[in-house]
C-alpha cells in the first residue's frame, strides 16, 4: 500500500485554508454583531425643517452619543417622500443605510401609479419611532383665530382659502381632503416639497393653513407663527391642552395620526437588524429623546418589527379606502 503525502509547504497552505474557512464563519457573525462599525447613513425622504426631519435630527445626535458612530442625515426630498424611498430600497443592504419614513408612505401605493419600489417588499421593517396627531395650523394674520370664525370664513369663500402640503399624496394632503370630506367645504390645495418649505410659506403668509402633524409645527406654534385650531382625534393633546380636539369641535370621525418608522434594504442581516432596534430603542429611551418627542406631542412605538410591518399593512389599506372616498389625485 502506498501513501501519498503532500510536502511541507503544501501542508501548511492547507492547514491555513481550513483554518481560516473553520473561522470565517464565526468571524461574519461578529462582524455583524459589531454594527456599527461606522457611520450609518439615514435617508429622510423630505427636505429639512420638516416633521420626518424634525425626528430624525434628535434621534442622530442621541445615537452618536450612545454607539460613538454618526447617524448622518441625508435628506432626499421629492414627489412626496417617495423619492427618497426609492434611493434607500437601492442601497446596499448592510446596515449602513436606514430609511426613515412616514405615514405618507403607507398612502403612496395608492396615490402613484407606479413606484419604483414597494415598501413591503424593498424594506424590512424595524420600529415605529414616533406617533402624533395631525394639527390644523393657520397663519393668523390671514384667518380666524377661532375654529368656528375659521370655518364659516371657509363656507363662505369656497375654493379662495388654501393649504399647503407637504407634496400630493402625503398626510398633510389627505388630511385636508378627510377634513374638506367631512365638513363639506372647499379648499384650493397646494403641494410643496415637504412640510419644511409648506411651514415656511404659512409663517410668511403665503398660504392660509396646513394640516400637519404636531411634531413640525409644535415650536412655531409656541412661538406664536402660527395658530393651531385643533388636533385631530377625540382627545387633547398634553403638550398642548388649550387646543380644542376634533370631536369637541362635531368632527368626531377625523382621526389622522402622522406615524415616524424605521426601515432597513431588504437582505439587511437578521443579526444587523436585531442591532438596529435595540440601539434605536435605547436612543429612545434616554431622558434626552423623551423630553424631545413629548415636547412635539409624540409618543414613542413600542412595536415589534413583525408588529410594525402589520402595522403598515393595515395603515395602506386604510388610507387606500381614505383615497377612493375623497377623491383625492395629485396636483
Not at 24 to 41: E, F, G
Request: proline fraction near 7%; aromatic fraction near 8%.
Amino acid at each position: 500500500m502506498t501513501f501519498n503525502f503532500a510536502p511541507h509547504s503544501t501542508r501548511r497552505e492547507l492547514l491555513r485554508a481550513a483554518t481560516a474557512g473553520a473561522l470565517a464563519l464565526p468571524l461574519a457573525s461578529y462582524a455583524q454583531a459589531a454594527w456599527p462599525a461606522k457611520p450609518v447613513t439615514l435617508v429622510v425622504p423630505f427636505p429639512p425643517g420638516g416633521g420626518t426631519d424634525a425626528f430624525a435630527r434628535p434621534l442622530s445626535a442621541q445615537f452618536a452619543k450612545l454607539t460613538g458612530k454618526q447617524l448622518i442625515i441625508d435628506n432626499r426630498g421629492g414627489a412626496g417622500g417617495t423619492l427618497g424611498a426609492g434611493i434607500a430600497a437601492k442601497a446596499a443592504p448592510d446596515g449602513y443605510t436606514l430609511f426613515m419614513g412616514a405615514v405618507h408612505h403607507a398612502i403612496a401605493p395608492s396615490m402613484y401609479p407606479k413606484l419604483d419600489y414597494d415598501i413591503e417588499k424593498d424594506f424590512v421593517p424595524l420600529a415605529l419611532l414616533a406617533n402624533v396627531p395631525q394639527v390644523l395650523v393657520v397663519n393668523p394674520k390671514r384667518v380666524p383665530g377661532d375654529f368656528k370664525a375659521f370655518l364659516a370664513q371657509v363656507r363662505q369663500n369656497p375654493g379662495r382659502l388654501n393649504y399647503g402640503s407637504a407634496g400630493g399624496g402625503t398626510s398633510h394632503h389627505l388630511a385636508g381632503e378627510l377634513f374638506k370630506q367631512q365638513t363639506q367645504t372647499f379648499i384650493t390645495h397646494i403641494p410643496y416639497r415637504g412640510a419644511g418649505p409648506a411651514l415656511q410659506d404659512l409663517i410668511a403668509g403665503n398660504v392660509d393653513m396646513m394640516f400637519d402633524g404636531l411634531g413640525s409645527s409644535a415650536n412655531h406654534i409656541k412661538g406664536g407663527r402660527i395658530k393651531a385650531l385643533m388636533v385631530s382625534g377625540n382627545k387633547r393633546n398634553a403638550a398642548f391642552p388649550d387646543v380644542p380636539c376634533a370631536a369637541e369641535l362635531g368632527l368626531p370621525d377625523y382621526t389622522v395620526t402622522t406615524w415616524y418608522g424605521l426601515w432597513a434594504p431588504k437582505g439587511t442581516p437578521a443579526e444587523v437588524q436585531t442591532r438596529i432596534v435595540e440601539d434605536m430603542r435605547r436612543a429612545a429611551a434616554s431622558d434626552e429623546l423623551k423630553t424631545v418627542w413629548a415636547s412635539n406631542g409624540a409618543e414613542f412605538g413600542t412595536q415589534t418589527p413583525a408588529q410594525f410591518g402589520s402595522f403598515v399593512s393595515a395603515e395602506i389599506k386604510r388610507w387606500a379606502a381614505v383615497v377612493k372616498a375623497s377623491g383625492a389625485k395629485l396636483d
